[in-house]
């Protein structure tokens, strides 16, 4: 059984940063894409950014591309996502999700709260 939970939201300031993770279990970690994905109050979820298994190929949204990085960490079976420049905007609970073909992810957290203040 495949199973992702994620930590590191908070409550931060417009401009501040934050790095949320995302750590999986119960399956082969290097073959997976993993992403993160955002539903803000009242708005559909979105996609945020996504890596490729093995290789390592990241995809962002164009609204955080340049403000946040997603990253591996397969010895600890760990995905991070490092928001910087964080604005009201990105206020949304944070979702990590894993995929074995990169275009439907199976696989869901319960996700993790964010909350900027301008």
């Known amino acids: 059984q495949v199973q992702v939970a994620e930590s590191g939201g908070g409550l931060v300031q417009a401009g501040g940063s934050l790095r949320l993770a995302c750590t999986a279990s119960?399956?082969?970690?290097?073959?997976?894409?993993m992403g993160w994905f955002r539903r803000a109050p009242g708005k559909e979820r979105e996609f945020v950014a996504s890596i490729k298994g093995s290789i390592g190929g990241r995809t962002y949204a164009d609204s955080v591309k340049d403000r946040f990085t997603i990253s591996r960490d397969s010895a600890k079976n760990t995905v991070y996502l490092q928001m910087n420049s964080l604005k009201p905007e990105d206020t949304a609970t944070y979702y990590c999700?894993?995929?074995?073909?990169?275009?439907?992810?199976?696989?869901w957290g319960q996700g993790t709260q964010v909350a900027v203040s301008s």
């Open positions: 119960g399956h082969t970690f290097i073959n997976y894409y």
């Open positions: 999700a894993a995929s074995r073909t990169g275009t439907t992810f199976d696989y």
